[in-house]
């Protein structure tokens, strides 16, 4: 089951690089990071890991944390929105 949950990392384009290259430090790092994720096969799965496991370092899917944690929020108030418009109607 593990094996076939993290298949998709067996894909990744970081494999080619350094780890530290997806945990930058600075904006330049960041920027760098989601060039190599922008071509990657996986970058579906990887966000929706990183999000579904709130991962908040490091470039995942080709968003920052910053960006992860927007995508977070905005799904956050999409699904309070629909609960909210589904107890009205019913
Ligand atoms: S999207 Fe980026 S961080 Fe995710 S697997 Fe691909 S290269 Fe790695």
């Known amino acids: 089951m593990e094996e076939v949950q993290f298949a998709w990392m067996r894909d990744g384009h970081c494999r080619h690089y350094p780890p530290a290259a997806f945990f930058p430090s600075d904006g330049v790092g960041v920027d760098q990071a989601r060039k190599i994720c922008a071509e990657c096969p996986v ?13 908040d370092h490091g470039v995942w899917g080709g968003c920052s944390e910053r960006q992860r944690r927007r995508i977070a929020k905005a799904r956050r108030q999409k699904a309070a929105a629909t609960a909210t418009a589904t107890a009205v109607s019913v």
């Open 43 to 55: 970058r579906e799965e990887c966000l929706e890991y990183a999000l579904a496991n709130r991962i």
